[in-house]
């Protein structure tokens, strides 16, 4: 199954960069579409357990349709919006100078590790945060921040609607 589904992703991914190429509804060529199927199960081999290394119930939540669109309806809309804030605010931090950076110790509220981990690149991708460190018996993540107002700031301060969202996606 993990085989099956991380090489779909990738025939998808390559369709999807190489398209215009030929004849295959005006779209790939007929190698074009031949090389991608080749690649694509090569790329599923090698990419089974990196996609899918969770066990039973697991494998299904990860490859569950809704959760993916779940996942892109943050992606561009929560994300892309705190992500257009975040720029602005850092912008005007650089122009005006008025940055105070620190070191953060903010709870995640998560539970897996991989709610966690996507908790932390959306953290990290936001400019103005940077997650250095997590401890994992407690699910803390520990940010670098460039406006500490203070020292144990909300998971809101931090990351906003983001922990939702993973929350909603993840587990």
């Known amino acids: 199954m993990n085989f099956l589904v991380a090489s779909f992703i990738a025939f998808l991914t390559y369709l999807s960069l190489t398209v215009g190429s030929g004849s295959i509804l005006g779209l790939w060529s007929i190698h074009e579409f031949g090389l991608g199927i080749i690649v694509a199960v090569i790329a599923g081999w090698v990419a089974r357990n990196v996609f899918f290394f969770y066990s039973g119930k697991e494998i299904a939540k990860t490859t569950n349709p809704l959760r993916w669109i779940k996942w892109i309806v943050y992606l561009f809309g929560p994300f892309a919006l705190g992500l ?81 969202w993973v929350r909603r996606i993840a587990e």
Not at 107 to 126: G, P, Q, R
Not at 137 to 156: F, G, M
């Open 84 to 164: 257009i804030k975040a720029n602005i605010d850092v912008a005007g931090r650089v122009i005006t100078g008025k940055i105070n950076p620190g070191i953060v110790k903010v709870k995640s509220n998560l539970e897996s590790d991989f709610a966690v981990t996507m908790l932390a690149n959306s953290i990290t991708l936001t400019p103005g945060t940077l997650t250095v460190d997590l401890d994992n018996s407690t699910n803390e993540l520990y940010v670098h921040w460039i406006d500490v107002k203070n020292s144990e700031p909300s998971p809101q301060d931090i990351y906003g609607s983001f922990g939702d």
